[in-house]
């Protein structure tokens, strides 16, 4: 049982780039979700979803795009990378909302030069 | 605005008991959470409180008062593994978590 994964692991990217982070959850869970992690500032959420077909906007969405196909997947899009986005970019799933614990994965490591 | 404050690095004895303070202003509550996080990995989950009162898991309690908006963790019989950040998180009225920048807390022998 993998949990959460999350690809790649890290990436140094050129500005002006555009990338997809990977994030696949095996548990079922409906609710998903991107964060960002910054030195110094609590984890940020980006885009969330509650379901498979449906996506909202969290506290830092510019700049992002997601999607959710099926239940299992949420792809994060940089559609042009600037440097304010290096940063550690975490997926997290849980079974609902309200009271329900997020589980996270590993994290991506993404530099913008 | 949203607002979770937490003491930015604490250190403590190993063996030793600490408290950890979490103190939130947000838009609605739907509860507390504490996680915890070692350097270079994932945030992991540790607990939650919807009412008022202390929780115990083991050597880990927490405690919450919603009326104070306050909340703290306590490490009991602290072990060097315990060195890591602790991060406080409140569910607020449209079920999105606000997190605190985290404590990180350093356990020496």
């Known amino acids: 049982i993998a949990g959460i994964t999350q690809a790649p692991t890290s990436q140094i990217l050129a500005a002006g780039r555009r990338m997809t982070l990977r994030c696949t959850q095996d548990?079922?869970?409906?609710?998903m979700y991107w964060y960002r992690q910054d030195l110094g500032l609590g984890l940020r959420l980006i885009h969330y979803?509650?379901?498979?077909?449906?996506?909202g906007k969290g506290e830092v969405p510019d700049g992002y795009s997601v999607s959710r196909a099926n239940t299992d997947d949420f792809p994060l899009t940089l559609a042009s990378a600037v440097p304010s986005q290096t940063s550690v970019y975490f997926c997290?799933?849980?079974?609902?909302?309200?009271?329900?614990?997020?589980?996270f994965g590993p994290g991506t490591r993404l530099t913008v030069l | 605005g949203q607002n979770i404050d937490q003491p930015t690095e604490m250190t403590a004895t190993e063996g030793a008991i600490v408290q950890i303070n979490c103190t939130y202003q947000?838009?609605?509550?739907?509860?507390l959470f504490w996680y915890q996080q070692h350097a270079g990995e994932a945030p992991t989950f540790l607990s939650y409180?919807?009412l008022d009162g202390l929780e115990e898991k083991g050597r880990f309690s927490s405690f919450l008062s919603r009326s104070k908006g306050y909340s703290y963790l306590l490490l009991k019989e602290l072990q060097m593994k315990d060195s890591a950040s602790y991060l406080c998180?409140?569910?607020?009225?449209?079920?999105?978590?606000?997190w605190g920048a985290g404590t990180k807390l350093i356990i020496k022998p």
């Open positions: 548990m079922r869970h409906n609710a």
């Open positions: 947000t838009s609605g509550f739907n509860g």
């Open positions: 997290a799933s849980s079974p609902g909302t309200g009271g329900d614990t997020q589980y």
């Open positions: 409180n919807v």
């Open positions: 979803s509650n379901t498979a077909g449906t996506t």
């Open positions: 998180a409140v569910e607020d009225s449209n079920y999105q978590l606000i």
